[in-house]
């Protein structure tokens, strides 16, 4: 009987292995989950980055004094006006987007940054003009016209800003295009070369021949899209392609 061990040993034997497994399973069971946790976490920012990327657009936008003219049959205002109404109309419709605006004219305004308080900003833009009757701020402005310059300047803001590329910004240009072609090509084409999508849209206008060639020879460049904007009604369907193509990319 010697020889037999006791029958105690037996049970803290048993009950050490029954210890034993439980914590491999606790610990097999927290790796697993923490494994998962951590790929669901991945997966989630990876979704962020590539499928709703924040898309960053800039307008750059024409007030010099043939701005001021009528547009429309009716009096639907001025083409200052119903250029301005058409484009907040579009800025309401943007998700995961920042919008910016530069007005130009002889003098360029960085009036707003991009920034995704869209609400605000369609707020500000709507209460804006430049008939020099409304005692408005951009009404001093509105003088000569430089359009090189301010989509040079729209360039260089593009690049000021922590974009994860600089592919993910476009340039929208509203403008009658009363200026000089070359020099409107030459700023079109920095702003391609450098990835930047460029979308005209040329306010008919006193100008109208100079402005419809101009919208044409720009849009051989495959990075832009030129639109030649004859009625105030030309505007909606524009600003629905151009939010189309950019939802597409």
Not at 6 to 12: A, D, F, I
Not at 131 to 141: F, I, N, S
Not at 216 to 242: F, G, M, W
Request: aromatic share 6%; net charge neutral.
């Amino acid at each position: 009987l010697t020889n037999v061990p006791p029958l105690g040993l037996g049970r803290v034997r048993a009950a050490h292995l029954a210890r034993s497994g439980f914590l491999a399973v606790i610990l097999a069971l927290t790796a697993f989950l923490w494994v998962d946790l951590t790929a669901d976490t991945l997966r989630g920012a990876a979704m962020s980055r590539t499928t709703i990327p924040l898309k960053t657009v800039l307008c750059v936008f024409d007030i010099s004094s043939s701005m001021q003219a009528n547009f429309g049959e009716n009096f639907r205002g001025s083409r200052f006006t119903v250029a301005r109404d058409a484009f907040a109309a579009f800025v309401s419709r943007q998700t995961h987007t920042q919008v910016g605006l530069i007005f130009y004219s002889s003098e360029i305004l960085e009036y707003r940054r991009p920034t995704q308080d869209l609400e605000q900003f369609v707020i500000d833009l709507k209460g804006l003009d430049i008939a020099v009757e409304k005692r408005q701020p951009l009404g001093a402005l509105s003088l000569g016209t430089e359009t090189g310059p301010a989509l040079r300047r729209a360039g260089a803001l593009l690049r000021s800003l922590d974009l994860p590329n600089i592919r993910s910004g476009a340039v929208i240009l509203v403008s009658d295009l009363i200026d000089s072609r070359l020099r409107i090509s030459d700023a079109v084409n920095a702003l391609t070369a450098a990835g930047i999508r460029v979308y005209v849209l040329s306010i008919e206008g006193k100008g109208a021949e100079s402005s419809d060639a101009v919208a044409n020879s720009l849009a051989l460049n495959p990075l832009v899209r030129a639109y030649h904007i004859r009625r105030p009604e030309d505007l909606e369907p524009v600003y629905s392609a151009i939010y189309d193509l950019e939802t597409s990319l």
